[in-house]
């Protein structure tokens, strides 16, 4: 039988896997069974409260098995969940509310006073005030959605500083999975260790490996990132297999060189995204892992649900040259267009365009941001067919893999010069394998700027001598700075807005 939305996947896993252990947070662990029982009971009430149908729900909770119980529930409600980071300032919570409009508010004693502290006219669920045997209504909405209706909204950066709603389909999600099941060979033997916060689009498929094929989904606490010797004790504890996370983690192992005193044989595949990685880190890796490790590169924005284009590495790679985010994934189709709208040739930088089912519907609630990226397909004069444009620079090389190259707006004029910010810290980090380091421009000084994590400062010499032999000399950053720590998001990827603004503003 064909499954057009996703709690139709949840409850045939349900079924197949009921005293599994579905999730394992910090502090408990939750079987398939207890799982659904739970979200359901959440269903019931966001149905009472609301009565609403393809309206954002609103999750304000931390990373727990109670969170993804109530993005399940309410999916149950026929519903799409939108989760909050309760780590952000409440101003803006307070904004993306406002923005949101949601029919209810999820969240747990611990918060609600928070909440009440904004003084928005919208129904809360509290569920520490849920009562465990109370009767459940089997009625849902859920079997009134069809396959192009929302399933959950994530928040993004603005430029007008009001964060923008992604409103991805339940379609866009099962095309994903489906196809990641497919190409990475997923069994309910998968056991997942989870980095990403679910604000953050990678954490789509951590969770619904867990909902389509019954793995087990290991919330690894957020403590163990910062240390990472304490990480590899916890994936050797759980024996958790299969990882995803973004390329600072990875970076972080491999210089502090751990694998020399600490093993992870469990690990069989190894995915990475959100952020380049560099080729000599990865490396690190390969060389230390056991050999049937699969490595996977996961290149696409929030925009288009998770994945567009992959790259499998099989060997080392090469260290001088950029890492592929290789070919497209199935059922989406990539197009490079220059600046007139014409598809570049192999080997020609243009923008990397996006079509398929992945597509996000668009921004919740804003039109004017929704038709400026998903647009009409400038090769297609013949049927309305939308695209989203990326913003980032790519092109397609001889081996039909495409190679990114940038941001458009991380790319800069200096001297006449159109440079990419991420092609230098692409040859820095390739130079100097123990540190982690990000390339700024400081737009009032007109210069390049290295802000770099380090134990020891690295002499201004060292670094213009070395960079001299990969850089061109209108690409070396003038100023170094050194931070003992580098400044992360939520997401885990480093904080580059922080760090930008720090430097525009001084």
């Known amino acids: 039988m064909i499954k057009i939305n996703l709690i139709e996947y949840f409850e045939n896993t349900v079924d197949l896997f009921p005293d599994k252990i579905a999730i394992v947070d910090n502090t408990s662990q939750i079987t398939f069974d207890q799982l659904r029982q739970k979200a359901k009971r959440i269903a019931t009430h966001i149905t009472k409260e609301t009565n609403a149908i393809n309206k954002p ?49 999820i969240t747990n004693d611990k918060y609600i006073t928070q909440l009440k502290e904004l003084n928005l006219d919208f129904p809360i669920i509290n569920l520490d005030e849920l009562e465990k045997g109370e009767d459940v209504d089997e ?77 087990t989904l ?58 380049v990685m560099p080729p000599k880190h990865l490396n690190y890796w390969i060389k230390n892992l056991n050999k049937n490790v699969i490595y996977g590169n996961m290149y696409g924005p929030t925009e288009i649900t998770g994945t567009c284009v992959y790259h499998i590495v099989s060997d080392t790679v090469d260290e001088d040259e950029s890492l592929p985010i ?22 020609e930088k243009g923008e990397l365009c996006v079509r398929g089912s992945s597509l996000a519907l668009g921004y919740w609630n804003n039109l004017e941001k929704t038709n400026a990226v998903f647009v009409q397909n400038p090769l297609n004069k013949a049927v309305p067919e939308r695209i989203y444009r990326t913003g980032d620079i790519v092109y ?33 980090l390739s130079v100097f394998d123990t540190i982690n380091a990000g390339v700024f421009f400081d737009k009032a000084k007109n210069e ?11 002499p201004v010499k060292d670094f213009r001598l070395k960079l001299s032999k990969v850089l061109s000399k209108h690409m070396i950053p003038s100023k170094y700075i050194k931070m003992d720590i580098l400044p992360k998001s939520t997401t885990g990827k480093i904080d580059r807005a922080l760090l930008n603004k720090k430097i525009n503003n001084t």
Not at 326 to 347: A, F, S
């Open 57 to 105: 729900v609103a999750i304000y909770l931390p990373k727990a098995n109670e969170t993804l119980a109530s993005f399940i529930g309410t999916l149950y409600s026929g519903n799409c969940y939108t989760p909050l980071d309760t780590k952000n300032p409440l101003p803006r919570i307070e904004t993306i509310l406002r923005a949101l409009h949601p029919a209810c508010i």
């Open 139 to 215: 009625k849902f909405n859920y079997i009134k959605c069809i396959d192009t209706d929302p399933a959950y909204i994530l928040h993004t950066s603005g430029s007008t500083g009001v964060p923008k709603g992604v409103v991805i389909s339940h379609l866009s999600i099962i095309d994903y999975i489906n196809w990641v099941v497919d190409t990475f060979d997923i069994t309910e033997n998968e056991k997942v260790g989870n980095q990403t916060p679910f604000i953050f689009d990678m954490s789509t498929l951590d969770i619904y490996l867990m909902i389509f094929k019954g793995a």
């Open 218 to 275: 290991y919330l690894i606490p957020e403590q163990k990132f910062i240390f990472p010797a304490t990480l590899l004790e916890y994936i050797n504890e759980n024996q958790i297999n299969f990882i995803f996370w973004v390329p600072s983690v990875y970076v972080n192992v491999a210089n502090l060189k751990l694998f020399t005193s600490i093993k992870i044989p469990t690990v069989k595949k190894v995915l990475y995204g959100g952020e």
């Open 326 to 347: 290789g070919k497209p994934c199935r059922n989406t189709d990539i197009l490079v267009l220059n600046e007139k709208d014409e598809l570049c040739q192999v080997g």
């Open 396 to 428: 397609l090389n001889e081996k039909g893999e495409y190679i990114y190259i940038g941001r458009k707006d991380f790319q800069i004029k200096l001297s006449g010069y159109r440079i990419d910010l991420g092609e230098i810290e692409h040859h820095i």
């Open 448 to 458: 390049i700027v290295l802000i770099y994590e380090s134990e020891k400062e690295i």
